[in-house]
């Protein structure tokens, strides 16, 4: 397995001591890394999961509108951010594994290397319980 | 204060003929205070031998955890005093944002991994996620702080009247910084070492196995050597050595290190069994 | 002066590496550090600017809405980031140092470290537009 970029992991320690939940893809949306608040969201740990691809990883949420109907993989900020390579920052709901719904908002955005090398994308969530 | 080293191997133990001098087992540091404290910084195969020696005049051991990896756990459920009722341990272990230091050892000391769970021990077992801000046990001051490494982990400043040391045996300090070391308010770790008596410090690769090793969470002994000198060490104990090296990659290591440049301080190879007063 | 938080270490780290420009504030919103494309975007290096204090930074580099009027420090981003503890994104204008107004659209997050400890806040900034076409009357800013 070859050495990741030193961006991935500067990212992924500086992700390791923070107490937001952070995940991090790679220039392709498969999910590198997420940190201990992030295995909360997600309801699986990283030594279970690994790296999984975004047709994976965006499903465990169920995420939806304000309005409750679902919200497409494409609308998610870190798929905009790693597709599109822009900021995002979007607020929506979740169902977690645990049944609960929770109101999200999360902020991405790319990760670019030297000479403008795309590296994938980096959010950052922030959670309000609302248990239903 | 008087520390010994039960342990300088990192990763995995490494026991066999061409590690016999430096020695084989992992992680474990004894700090003894001149009042009788008692520390054990890092829980690696070498506390095995260590809770061996510790009879009825240590009624209290306090185990410091840099972090929770493997090297630095793994002898904990064969640390004698644990199975004994009359003894008082206390487990100090970096914080985590998620889950107390019960609940992750408890992933470690309980089956399928380990036959006895954490709840079963005979001690009197008190478990505590270190403060980052500074505490006392017994005479001896503690300092703690999160490093720069895969996974929360701290460096150990342990202080008693006007001697200190510092243990960081798992850190890549350079990580990110081509020109290293810099400034020091930008260097992971320095205020713990900084104008230290003894600093125990991660060196476990060489210049030339560093570059396929970065991130890893480990430092190139050029990296070491520099720190201890940027922070005015007065003693370098140079730890956690590779399974790879065997006793004359180590002492080449350290030839290599004393002839490259005169140091400002004095440089003790890390040899299981060394034992070292301070003050 | 004493050692920096490793996460503002790391942080700092991250950003010497990457080609946006990047600001990083401490807990009460003094700046600690920009990179080399915050330096070209503001038009001073770090080193000269030197950890200034967040009343000072958001007098020094005035900012502007979208429709022309002054923004206040406290719908700036970071400042949001910093005192409401979350994140935040919005476009504007900034004047650097140079005295260039530049559209800019910033992200900004706190950066929460383990024990609840409060380290500071993050900005990156994307630079999309020039002083060509600045709204409004610059000299209300």
């Known amino acids: ?77 870190l798929v905009i951010a790693f597709q599109k390579r822009r900021a995002a920052h979007r607020a929506f709901w979740i169902r977690g594994l645990d049944g609960i719904f929770r109101r999200l908002e999360v902020t991405a955005f790319p990760l670019t290397g030297q000479g403008g090398k795309h590296l994938g994308a980096v959010a950052i969530f922030w959670e309000e319980e609302h248990p239903l | 204060m008087r520390i010994k080293l039960w342990g300088t191997r990192g990763s995995l133990a490494a026991p066999g003929p061409e590690t016999v001098r430096y020695g084989g087992n992992t992680s474990c540091v004894e700090v003894r205070g001149a009042d009788g404290t008692f520390l054990v910084l890092d829980a690696g195969t070498g506390i095995r031998r260590l809770g061996i020696t510790l009879g009825p005049e240590v009624p209290r051991v306090d185990i410091l955890l840099t972090h929770l990896h493997m090297d630095h756990i793994q002898g904990l459920g064969f640390f004698r005093p644990l199975d004994q009722p009359e003894k008082e341990v ?47 046990i017994g005479g001896l001051k503690i300092k703690a702080d999160l490093i720069c490494h895969p996974g929360p982990t701290v460096g150990y400043r342990i202080t008693e009247n006007s001697v200190s040391m510092a243990y960081l045996p798992d850190h890549e300090p350079a990580l990110g910084i081509p020109q290293f070391p810099e400034d020091p308010d930008w260097i992971s770790g320095f205020d713990l070492i900084n104008h230290v008596d003894l600093l125990i410090h991660d060196a476990q690769y060489t210049a030339t196995e560093y570059p396929r090793r970065v991130g890893w969470g480990h430092s190139a002994i050029p990296h070491t050597l520099g720190l201890a000198a940027k922070a005015g ?37 890390g040899i299981e069994g060394t034992t070292l007063e301070l003050g | 002066m004493p050692q920096r938080d490793l996460e503002i270490i790391l942080m700092q780290r991250l950003a010497n590496y990457l080609p946006i420009p990047v600001l990083l504030v401490g807990p009460s919103g003094n700046l600690l550090f920009y990179n080399a494309p915050a330096e070209a975007l503001l038009g001073r290096r770090y080193e000269e600017s030197g950890m200034i204090s967040m009343k000072e930074w958001v007098t020094i ?81």
């Not at chain 1, 001591?17 to 498969?30: E, H, K, Q, R």
């Not at chain 2, 090296?245 to 440089?267: N, V, Y």
């Not at chain 3, 706190?110 to 409004?136: K, M, N, Q, Y």
């Open chain 3, 61 to 141: 580099l005035p900012a502007i809405d979208e429709k022309g009027l002054p923004l206040p420090p406290e719908d700036r981003p970071l400042t949001i980031a910093l005192q409401k503890r979350r994140a935040a994104h919005r476009t504007y204008w900034i004047r650097g140092f140079d005295g260039v107004y530049k559209k800019i659209e910033v992200t900004a997050f706190p950066l929460e470290g383990l024990a609840g400890r409060h380290l500071g806040a993050v900005a990156i900034f994307w630079e999309t537009g020039s002083a060509s076409d600045p709204p409004g009357d610059l000299r209300k800013a």
């Open chain 2, 233 to 269: 060490a007065k003693r370098l104990v140079t730890f956690h050595h590779d399974p790879a090296h065997d006793d004359s990659t180590l002492d080449g290591m350290i030839q290599e290190a004393c002839s490259s440049s005169k140091l400002p301080f004095e440089l003790i190879p």
């Open chain 1, 1 to 77: 397995m070859s050495q990741k970029d030193v961006e991935i992991i500067l990212m992924r320690q500086l992700a390791s001591y923070l107490a937001m939940p952070i995940f991090l893809v790679d220039p392709d949306g498969n999910l590198l890394f997420y940190n201990e608040p992030a295995e909360i969201l997600l309801g699986h740990r990283y030594d279970e999961t690994g790296e999984m691809p975004v047709e994976d990883w965006s499903t465990f949420f169920t995420p939806m509108e304000e309005d409750g109907s679902p919200l497409s993989q494409e609308d998610l900020p």
């Open chain 2, 90 to 136: 206390h487990i100090w272990g970096p914080p985590s944002t998620t889950l107390d230091l019960r609940a992750r050892l408890a992933r470690y000391l309980s089956p399928p991994l380990f036959p006895v769970r954490l709840r079963e021990l005979p001690c009197r077992l008190k478990l505590h996620d270190v403060p980052l801000e500074g505490f006392e």
